[in-house]
């Protein structure tokens, strides 16, 4: 693949709070400076719905100061999963990472994983110290645990925590990644299983959370949800045989806007 970029950041997004814009542009700064200017990074932002004429115009705003931004929007909810396909299946470096519109791990952990890949790895996933669990409320302090025991004891992942937000690949690890299935939350968990299936080299690096990082509530709707997903898991998990070929089933976005 033939790109003018080093590195491409997949950013889903949805609803974002007042002043993202703001803390994008900052966060795009930080990170400038981390990897000391040396690395091309491609930002490709994924609005997962809710797209209105306010957003599109800050995005034009955005652009006037950083042209290596891509923005991806359809009207729409698919999930979080369906946009992170969308965002890696439009991504263009050989190296991509996957993280939250918000940052919420220091910079040093995304330069960490950027330099595990570069050093020949194929899929490097960030595990979340207990101190992140300080810091997050109860109620998704407690799914986090079950997620994490039952991903030990019901799916056989060695890894154990696969939800922790930061996740990078090479080619390849971008190939396994775009045959996933799932639109929710849950598609990191069902990408390393297929991973620990296909035998893909994983390094797994503990990460720093941001102070001051703030934590979107689950509703009991879309835990509904995921628990079906995570069935979905199982199954596939017992019955999964087929050789590594990517089926290419990534959305296929609607409305590209290309600054």
Sequence with gaps: MHSRFNLSIVLPM???RPGWEKSLKENIELLDREFNYSVKI???IVNDGGENEHLLSLFDVIHEAKDNIRFISYPQNMGKGYALRTGVAAATAPIVITTDLDFPYETKDIRNVYALLRSGNEIVTGKRKPEYYTATPLRRKLISKACIAMNKHLLNLSLGDAQSGLKGFNQKGRQLFLETTINRFLVD??????AEKRKLGIVVLELNLKPGVKFSSMGWQVLLAEGKNFLQIV?????????FKAKENYAKPAGVVNF
């Design 14 to 16: 949805y609803k974002p």
């Design 42 to 44: 491609q930002y490709i």
């Design 189 to 194: 968990t069902e990408f390393l299983v297929l």
């Design 235 to 243: 199954k596939m998990n017992k019955t999964l045989y087929l050789p």
